[in-house]
């Protein structure tokens, strides 16, 4: 039990290493929220009520980003990792959870009254034809953001020690919480016991993270003080951040906004979809991005460009090299993906093959989506924010102005609509207009990638160039890999049964095996230089963090 406690608050050094534990913590995690998904998708179909859902949970996350973010691990990190910081950590801890409390008090009991004027004002269809439910879901969600909003400001804490892994199970008992919300208290309250569900899940997500910050010394009575001045400080630099960060979930309810005008399903579809894709996105993206977060503000305190640079770049070398064939991968079989996840009860072939031209759209723009949270996340270690600032909102403007057009042309333009439906074998379906909202998403999310690597090169000296060969190996073996499974599904095809799930589960299997090891062949007669640092890393560092199966210490070695 010993060895399991310290394993769980062991300290954890090196890139990659973190990266790993992140990624594979991120991927227990996001198995838990595909179950969650199929439970919901099987319930309800994609339909009106799973579009109620999808919706209730709109504006608690703005508040969440917007507020949250506020003093967010972009913020504490960076003043955390300063050289002087170690005498003044708990008395700055202490205020902002005392600023946060007060500010998220009067947000979240504002908006309790408000909510049926704002959502009438998004979602009007919805807010008439349920009498009320979305307004009472949004509610109950409403404790959401207090809950997560603790829990950011411990990964701080949780980060700046290396303690990834308290970080990492976070997300575990988040969506734990809520599939007890769908089997166990949905059954007895109906949708509200969804909402009660995910309430629990939050309030998890922040518990797990008490145990260490109280170990440490952080939160003690004495230092939880408002302090408004000192408070003002870390707000006024990290206001910026804020709007960035709230640009993207600004877009989405926008985008969501806009799909309840497609018809009955069209959130649902959206939803899903883009779920599906961000399942990926946090075990690649988001865990290298994490990891790299703390070392790269610690490198540019102590003035370590060179450094800060280097790790930049193998971040980048390595989002590159996982998520490019995993885009390719998840294309060709993206219907079997969303049949074997969500293909069951209420959720019909329809449903089905609509949700998969979705995450088809937006799983191309996976790499462009994983890079920009390491450029944001390197820029905010670096103490610039206005660049993030900028490019976010100009590119939030275009999604939203882009969905917008695009869903016009689509309507009016029989062609351009035919193209569409033709190539994503979506042809004779009710409500492809909204595969307009995913295709703009993932042309701006390629806009944005591109003007941070501009802005990169501009900034940290040499960039692309030390990402050219990586980037054309990963591509050379995502074509590769692509064509393998796509041959593999031609030949199995007529093989195995696929109108039952074991047959679709297989198929799916075998030509995803095909086309992994294609790719990894071809890597190797390249001589990538990526493959080898992860077998590397897998073979002689990672096992050395798991004491309760080595026998070792919890603690690891640098690299």
């Given at each position: 039990?010993?060895?399991?406690?310290?394993?769980?608050?062991?300290?954890?050094?090196?890139?990659?290493?973190?990266?790993?534990?992140?990624g594979?913590?991120?991927?227990?995690?996001?198995?838990?929220?595909?179950?969650?998904?199929?439970l919901?998708?099987?319930?309800?179909g994609?339909g009106?009520?799973?579009?109620?859902?999808?919706?209730?949970?709109r504006?608690?996350?703005?508040?969440?980003?917007?507020?949250?973010?506020?003093?967010?691990?972009?913020?504490?990190?960076?003043?955390?990792?300063?050289?002087?910081?170690?005498?003044?950590r708990?008395?700055i801890?202490?205020?902002?959870?005392a600023?946060?409390?007060?500010?998220?008090?009067?947000?979240?009991?504002?908006?309790?009254?408000?909510?049926?004027q704002l959502?009438?004002?998004l979602?009007?269809?919805l807010?008439?034809?349920?009498?009320?439910?979305?307004?009472?879901?949004?509610?109950?969600?409403?404790?959401?953001?207090?809950?997560?909003?603790?829990?950011?400001?411990?990964?701080?804490?949780?980060?700046?020690?290396?303690?990834?892994?308290?970080?990492?199970?976070?997300?575990?008992?988040?969506n734990?919480g809520?599939l007890?919300?769908?089997?166990g208290?949905?059954p007895?309250f109906?949708?509200?016991?969804?909402?009660?569900?995910?309430?629990?899940?939050?309030?998890?997500?922040?518990?797990?993270?008490?145990?260490?910050?109280?170990?440490?010394?952080y939160?003690?009575p004495?230092d939880?003080?408002?302090?408004?001045?000192?408070?003002?400080r870390?707000?006024?630099?990290?206001?910026?951040?804020t709007?960035?960060?709230?640009?993207?979930?600004?877009?989405l309810?926008v985008?969501i906004?806009?799909?309840?005008t497609?018809?009955?399903?069209?959130?649902?579809?959206?939803?899903?979809?883009?779920?599906?894709?961000?399942?990926?996105?946090s075990?690649?993206?988001?865990?290298?991005?994490?990891?790299?977060?703390?070392?790269?503000?610690?490198?540019f305190?102590?003035?370590?460009?060179?450094?800060?640079?280097?790790?930049i770049?193998t971040?980048?070398?390595?989002?590159?090299?996982?998520?490019i064939?995993?885009?390719?991968?998840?294309?060709?079989?993206?219907?079997?993906?969303?049949?074997?996840?969500?293909?069951?009860?209420?959720?019909d072939w329809?449903?089905?093959?609509?949700?998969?031209?979705?995450?088809?759209?937006?799983?191309?723009?996976?790499?462009?989506?994983?890079?920009?949270?390491?450029?944001v996340?390197?820029?905010?270690?670096?103490?610039?924010?206005?660049?993030p600032?900028?490019?976010?909102?100009?590119?939030?403007?275009g999604?939203?102005?882009?969905?917008?057009?695009?869903?016009?042309?689509?309507?009016?333009?029989?062609?351009?609509?035919?193209f569409?439906?033709?190539?994503?074998?979506?042809e004779?379906?009710?409500g492809?207009?909204?595969?307009?909202?995913?295709?703009?998403?993932a042309?701006?999310?390629?806009v944005?990638?591109?003007?941070?690597?501009?802005?990169?090169?501009?900034?940290?000296?040499?960039?692309?160039?030390?990402?050219?060969?990586?980037?054309?190996?990963?591509?050379?073996?995502?074509?590769?890999?692509g064509?393998?499974?796509?041959q593999?599904?031609?030949?199995l095809?007529?093989?195995?049964?696929?109108?039952?799930f074991?047959?679709?589960?297989?198929?799916?299997?075998?030509?995803?095996?095909?086309g992994?090891a294609?790719?990894?062949?071809?890597l190797?007669?390249?001589?990538?230089?990526?493959?080898?640092?992860?077998?590397e890393?897998?073979?002689?560092?990672?096992?050395?963090?798991?004491p309760i199966?080595?026998?070792?210490?919890?603690?690891?070695?640098?690299?």
């Amino acid at each position: 039990m010993q060895k399991l406690f310290n394993f769980v608050e062991g300290e954890v050094k090196g890139l990659h290493e973190a990266a790993y534990l992140l990624g594979s913590f991120a991927l227990f995690s996001t198995l838990l929220a595909l179950y969650r998904d199929r439970l919901l998708a099987a319930t309800f179909g994609a339909g009106e009520m799973l579009d109620i859902y999808y919706a209730a949970f709109r504006i608690p996350d703005i508040v969440f980003v917007s507020i949250a973010s506020l003093v967010s691990v972009f913020i504490l990190v960076p003043i955390l990792t300063q050289p002087d910081s170690n005498s003044d950590r708990h008395t700055i801890m202490g205020n902002v959870m005392a600023g946060f409390s007060t500010l998220m008090l009067i947000v979240t009991t504002i908006l309790w009254f408000l909510l049926p004027q704002l959502l009438s004002l998004l979602f009007p269809d919805l807010v008439s034809r349920q009498n009320g439910l979305l307004i009472l879901l949004s509610r109950i969600l409403l404790l959401q953001p207090i809950f997560l909003g603790f829990s950011g400001i411990l990964a701080s804490v949780t980060q700046v020690h290396g303690r990834y892994l308290l970080y990492a199970i976070a997300p575990l008992l988040y969506n734990i919480g809520i599939l007890f919300g769908i089997v166990g208290l949905y059954p007895l309250f109906g949708m509200p016991g969804i909402a009660y569900g995910v309430v629990l899940g939050a309030l998890l997500h922040m518990g797990i993270q008490v145990p260490f910050a109280l170990r440490v010394g952080y939160l003690r009575p004495a230092d939880l003080r408002l302090r408004p001045r000192k408070l003002w400080r870390i707000i006024s630099v990290s206001i910026p951040r804020t709007i960035s960060i709230s640009a993207n979930q600004l877009a989405l309810l926008v985008l969501i906004a806009m799909a309840a005008t497609l018809g009955a399903g069209s959130v649902s579809v959206f939803s899903l979809a883009f779920n599906l894709q961000a399942a990926p996105l946090s075990i690649i993206g988001a865990s290298y991005s994490v990891a790299a977060f703390p070392t790269l503000a610690r490198f540019f305190s102590k003035g370590q460009t060179r450094q800060f640079c280097d790790q930049i770049i193998t971040a980048s070398r390595h989002i590159i090299f996982w998520s490019i064939p995993l885009m390719s991968l998840v294309v060709v079989l993206r219907a079997h993906i969303v049949r074997v996840i969500l293909g069951s009860g209420s959720f019909d072939w329809a449903d089905t093959r609509l949700t998969s031209a979705a995450l088809a759209l937006f799983i191309i723009s996976l790499t462009a989506q994983a890079l920009s949270l390491l450029f944001v996340r390197g820029y905010y270690a670096a103490g610039e924010t206005m660049k993030p600032l900028l490019v976010n909102v100009a590119t939030a403007v275009g999604v939203v102005g882009g969905g917008y057009w695009l869903t016009i042309v689509f309507q009016q333009n029989d062609v351009w609509r035919f193209f569409v439906e033709e190539l994503l074998r979506v042809e004779n379906i009710r409500g492809t207009e909204i595969l307009m909202l995913p295709l703009s998403y993932a042309i701006f999310s390629v806009v944005n990638v591109l003007i941070f690597s501009i802005l990169y090169e501009r900034d940290f000296g040499v960039f692309r160039r030390r990402i050219g060969k990586p980037l054309f190996e990963s591509f050379s073996a995502a074509v590769v890999a692509g064509f393998f499974a796509y041959q593999t599904l031609d030949i199995l095809d007529n093989v195995l049964d696929i109108n039952t799930f074991i047959g679709v589960f297989l198929l799916g299997l075998f030509a995803g095996v095909a086309g992994i090891a294609a790719g990894v062949v071809l890597l190797h007669v390249l001589q990538n230089r990526e493959i080898k640092e992860v077998w590397e890393t897998l073979h002689h560092k990672i096992w050395r963090y798991i004491p309760i199966f080595s026998g070792g210490t919890e603690r690891g070695t640098d690299m």
